[in-house]
């Protein structure tokens, strides 16, 4: 940058503060933390130079511009960018801006080049943070909120847009999330396609643009569709990335995010403006419901049977948000495709049985992990244990009469009832799937129980099993939703059917909860974990899902197992009330039971 020796530690700048240390360096700015005469202040300092380098002058010059046209040319960039930094100082009541304190502008070199600097509150930039750290789901939907928030807010009073890219993004000592006002517009990596091909901005591009910001914080710090097995991805991959997003290639979930969380991202990154959140307010909402743990959010006031028809439909489209985010959730997730997915296990130390193919049903309700103890090694340390291995058989040391619910649930043909137990707080979920390819779920969304059953027919309903009453989910309502079945159906395609029991890769006897149990463990060769807890005549009434060997996603309490699965989570019976089409969407949510509060 031309000014760089301009500006050197201990100089003065805005009369009170004194520059204490370079902090960073990009093209756009240098970032100086600066300090007050006491020390017992900072703050940062921005400097941000047109043109950034004597460069600028001759692409300008090449490109046909005289010497005075391109002084003139940077001058009017310099005041341009003044003027939109002073707009947002006017109205700086946004936590999740840049909190701008100070600005001027300042003439070198005899004039051929502006200097704009900018006093702000301390902060760091989130580049620096993940360069060494990896966003956990919790603070990766904390910055969604934030980032969100600044956008509405930049909307609602008419501001300056401001670039939504990683790079312009910081954090505070207090880990407040805000949007900076630089960034280079040469930066393709967040735009939504339509912005990428140069249409007119669409009312929902920064849906786009937040939601990729947060697959990449949820993808190891690495953009939608850029390889994993690649440890140093050029130039030319990273554009590689995003040409394949902006073309419409599908987005395979992030690797490092759960069954909702992934929904709410890819919906937000969808291809088609239409198939994403509606604005950023909504997208807001949406996560607002995730980090409470609702997920879903009952209107208040549900409408009267008798009056479908006098709704307004932008209340139609907030109730299909509110009601069934969580169904959204999990036909954009990879939910579907998880339970259906050639998990194959790894082979047993004793036997030789053939590999299942099943992930089980223990992601169904929305959870994030929780890290779970590691496993005791001394005598100390197993004596407080919850869970103390005894003996541990061979995998084969039963018949294959005792494991005849196991087999029920690996070869897909069950019904099961229990409580889904995460953080302490335990919920209500039911799950039932048949040969013939028909699936039940359901999941407590703020105290009403809602599923959603696939019949073997490929039907899809929403069901309130409470109520007895069903919806259809026909393809307007699906299409009014953004909604597709295409991975469930690719999913079905793979077929349970064909799934054989095996034996466990361990089986230990095991105090459980204060209970002498036997547990089954199998491992998986994606590193997943499932451990069965059966009594000594072979009934399963604990399951623990694991994502690797140390994180623990959820635990499932069986009050009920079956292999015999009721007529009415097939398809849905004579005694439950079909709804259908917008209208019956409405009918539906009127008989949900009213929201606890």
Known sequence: MLTTAAFNVADCVFDTWFIHDCVDRKNEYMQYLVKSEEGEKEA????????????????????????????????????????????HLEKNECPHL??????????????????VLILTKKVRSLQSIIDHYLFSQEETVRLGLHLCAAVSYIKSNDLPRRLLTIDNIFVDDDGNYSLGCFGNEADTRFLSPEEHRGESTVYNGDVHSIGVILYTLLNGNRLPLLPQNLQNPTEADLANAVQNRHAGLPLPPPKNSSAALTGIVLKACAYKAKARFSDVGELLSTLECLR????????????????PKNVDKKLIKKWISICVTAVIVLIVSDFFINLFADDTVKTPQVSDGPTVASDGFTVIVHTEPIESQTQPTTAESVENSE????????????PEAF????????????????????DGEKNHTEVAITKQKSIYMTTDMDGAVIGILRDPDGNFYLVNPTGKTCLELSSVVMKLLGMSTDDIEKGVEQSMNNATFTYPNETATVIYRERE???????????KIEKFYLTADGVVVYI????????????VEVTSFSAEVPAEYISPTAEYTRCKGVSGLVEFVSSLPPRQQ
């Not at 869970?387 to 039963?398: D, Q």
């Not at 494991?403 to 137990?421: C, D, L, N, R, W």
Request: overall charge negative; glycine content about 6%; charged content about 20%.
């Open 517 to 527: 149990l036997i547990c089954c463990t199998y491992y998986y060769d994606n590193g």
């Open 387 to 398: 869970t103390v291995s005894s003996v541990v058989p061979s995998g084969t040391a039963y």
């Open 544 to 555: 623990e899902s694991y994502s690797s060997a140390d994180v623990l996603n959820n635990t």
């Open 403 to 422: 494991y005849s619910q196991i087999k029920a649930y690996q070869t897909g043909q069950y019904h099961m009832v229990g409580m889904m137990e995460k």
């Open 44 to 87: 940062s300092l921005w400097v941000v130079d047109f043109p950034a380098s004597n460069d600028d002058y001759l692409i300008l010059m090449e490109n046909g511009m005289t010497k005075e046209q391109a002084v003139v040319f940077f001058r009017q960039a310099a005041n341009d960018f003044l003027g939109s930094i002073q707009k």
């Open 292 to 307: 409470s743990g609702r997920v879903v959010v009952m209107p208040a006031d549900a409408a009267k049977k008798d009056q």
């Open 98 to 115: 840049l909190p701008v304190e100070a600005v001027k502008l300042i003439d070198t070199n005899e004039e051929e080049q502006q200097t």
